[in-house]
């Protein structure tokens, strides 16, 4: 019981992690918007990790990103919103694929 109880503690007591995310902004999307504003999310994590592995060289990584960000409509708010959010917080690397 006790190897149950002091980490479950120690879990709930401390506090986490916050880098500035404006949960009024996500709760104010609809499902759509929410989706849109994910991918964009995803999207630019993806490339900002596999960028700093070293998996994807500076190069094929701003092609990806420029691909990306030219093929969705400006109309698409959320996704460069998450975008960009996605990227914060990461290493300084990534700074160059903000939008």
């Known amino acids: 019981m006790k190897r149950l109880l002091l980490p479950l503690l120690a879990v709930i007591a401390l506090p986490t992690a916050t880098y500035g995310l404006d949960v009024n902004y996500l709760n104010s999307l609809n499902r759509a918007e929410a989706f849109t504003y994910g991918s964009g999310f995803g999207a630019s994590s993806m490339i900002c990790a596999a960028y700093k592995t070293g998996s994807i060289k500076k190069k094929v990584a701003l092609k990806i990103t420029s691909n990306l960000l030219l093929k969705i409509p400006k109309s698409m708010l959320e996704y460069f919103v998450g975008w960009n ?11 160059i694929f903000k939008f």
């Not at 959010?85 to 990534?94: A, N, S, T, V």
């Open 85 to 95: 959010e996605g990227l914060e917080g990461r290493d300084e690397k990534c700074e």
